[in-house]
């Protein structure tokens, strides 16, 4: 893990501005910088409706166009508040069709103090291309980001866009098309996608999800469902189950008594039967392997643009987790010490551990240690909140627990430290989430961590010379003298509950 081996102190990072025109919504997200992770600092939006009438009177609804500019207006004020120098704009479908769209830029940039750029259909589909490189690691299929005015549609795989075309198919456009009739949104829904040939090429393979209508359906399928995680990005579910959802949403005689429609807003729902129609349509049509919900759009997508190629090829994932190190542990260096150390517990003749696990136990060994701060009693519970409802990337939702659970373990008790406690309701239910490969290993990693603190008290320099090795059916902790005065009971009881998990005699040894 070179990019981690030398963590030095953490960059200065200068805010960036990025403010999304949709024909839907006006958006502002302020991240905290311009890096592989990005972690947003401010982030609002007012849903404006600027492309409700589109279709049918070809101009931006001018109620909406006032909205807009009041929104706009303020974004401005909040960027220079919180010290952004630049702030990037774009415009999509509503403002490039509709014939006063020109003249709504014109006054946007008045009240924004910048350029707005009116993005083509094929820019579109390439920023929502490059977002879904910023959050997910060598993303295999087809991303669908649906707004008010348009569909776009991308193949991507690895670290390139393959093929990508924009549909006249936005809620917004489709309802104001088919006068609100969604059986008529059927049919056109249909006649666009079937126009598609490379669509075929999304059978069997992922296909993310993307845009605030979608989110919502995802986040009502949450609350439906029970489902333990409420974090949106990288929510995955069989496709059956979606396309069953979706067909409940469009089919419900009174959406207000759908089970968590209280959450969504009231424009939004407006828009939700058209959106749930587009994507049970698309999922037929694709017959992909899964679907996976994601946060990351066009506005990452632009922010993607913007990093150099040697922050692009970084991990985002083992780049949140250094920089979240760097900002709350006791050291971060200790942190990447960790990961080299607990390296021998998966060398034969130790657990075989695939490339994606040993990404896995990197970055738990990044975070193990970031609620040091916690009242002791709480650091456990605490430590798997933070980690599970954390604004991490590339890493689905099994992964996103099994870091939560592997510093929960790293937290407990030596009398609780086999399971969940029977009154850590959150912990029990975020369980069902958790393979149970990566529930032993959590508790290893766990385990492993807690006996590395015996030794180093937190601090760098030392578990690199107190490697972990085995011998036939044992485990050895090697000791050197320097560091003889270290060994108690407690150290050999954490080292022998290592030993347990992994089924072997645990013993120190002094060099």
């Known amino acids: 893990m070179p990019e981690l081996v030398a963590l030095g102190a953490r960059r200065h990072l200068e805010p960036v501005g990025v403010v999304d025109i949709g024909s839907n919504s006006v958006r502002l997200v302020v991240y905290e910088g311009a890096v ?6 401010f982030n609002e939006k007012v849903l404006c409706g600027l492309g409700r009438e589109i279709a049918s009177t070809g101009r931006l609804d001018e109620a909406s166009v006032r909205r807009a500019l009041d929104a706009l207006r303020r974004f401005r004020a909040i960027a220079q508040t919180l010290g952004v120098r630049r702030i990037h704009a774009i415009a999509t479908a509503a403002c490039r069709d509709a014939r006063n769209g020109p003249a709504f830029i014109v006054r946007g940039e008045e009240m924004l103090g910048t350029r707005i750029q009116v993005t083509t259909g ?67 829904a249909d006649a666009a996608i079937t126009r598609v040939p490379w669509l075929a090429k999304g059978r069997g393979r992922h296909f993310y999800a993307v845009g605030g209508t979608w989110r919502a359906i995802a986040r009502l399928h949450m609350e439906a469902t029970d489902y333990p995680l409420h974090v949106m990005h990288a929510y995955a579910r069989p496709v059956k189950e979606i396309i069953a959802f979706c067909d409940s949403i469009r089919r419900a005689r009174k959406l207000s008594s759908m089970k968590g429609m209280a959450k969504i807003s009231k424009p939004r729902r407006e828009v939700l039967p058209a959106g749930a129609l587009v994507l049970e349509r698309l999922l037929k049509h694709l017959q992909p392997r899964e679907v996976i919900f994601s946060v990351f759009g066009i506005r990452e997508g632009l ?45 034969p003749p130790g657990l075989a551990e695939t490339d994606d696990e040993r990404r896995l136990r990197w970055a738990a060994c990044l975070l193990s240690d970031i609620s040091w701060r916690a009242h002791p009693d709480y650091r456990a519970e605490q430590s798997l909140i933070l980690i599970a409802q954390s604004a991490l990337a590339a890493i689905d939702h099994p992964g996103r627990v099994f870091l939560a ?51 180093s008290i937190g601090r760098p320099g030392i578990i690199d010379k107190t490697p972990l090795t085995y011998e036939r059916d044992r485990l050895v902790l090697h000791l050197p003298k320097a560091q003889a005065v270290l060994d108690g009971e407690r150290l050999r009881r954490r080292l022998t509950a290592l030993g347990d998990l992994l089924e072997r005699d645990a013993v120190v040894r002094i060099a």
């Open 303 to 347: 922010l993607y643009g913007q990093l150099s190629e040697a922050e692009r090829q970084k991990d985002p994932l083992l780049s949140f987790c250094a920089d979240y190190a760097r900002l709350r542990s006791r050291s971060a260096e200790h942190a990447v010490e960790l990961c080299r150390w607990t390296d021998a517990l998966f060398q």
């Open 405 to 455: 659970f592997a510093s929960y373990f790293r937290h407990l008790g030596a009398a609780r430290d086999d399971d969940p406690d029977a009154s850590d309701r959150l912990a029990q239910r975020l369980k069902a989430i958790l393979p149970k490969r990566l529930h032993r290993r959590a508790r290893i990693i766990g385990a492993a961590v807690r006996v590395a603190h015996m030794i």
């Open 36 to 41: 592989r992770s990005p972690t947003p600092i």
């Open 122 to 188: 094929a820019q579109e589909a390439e920023l929502a291309a490059k977002g879904i490189l910023m959050g997910f690691r060598a993303p295999d299929g087809l991303a669908g980001d649906l707004g008010g005015g348009s569909l776009e549609l991308v193949d991507v795989a690895g670290d390139a866009m393959r093929e990508a075309t924009t549909l006249p198919l936005g809620g917004l456009r489709l309802l104001d098309v088919s006068g609100g009739r969604l059986d008529k949104a059927a049919d056109i």
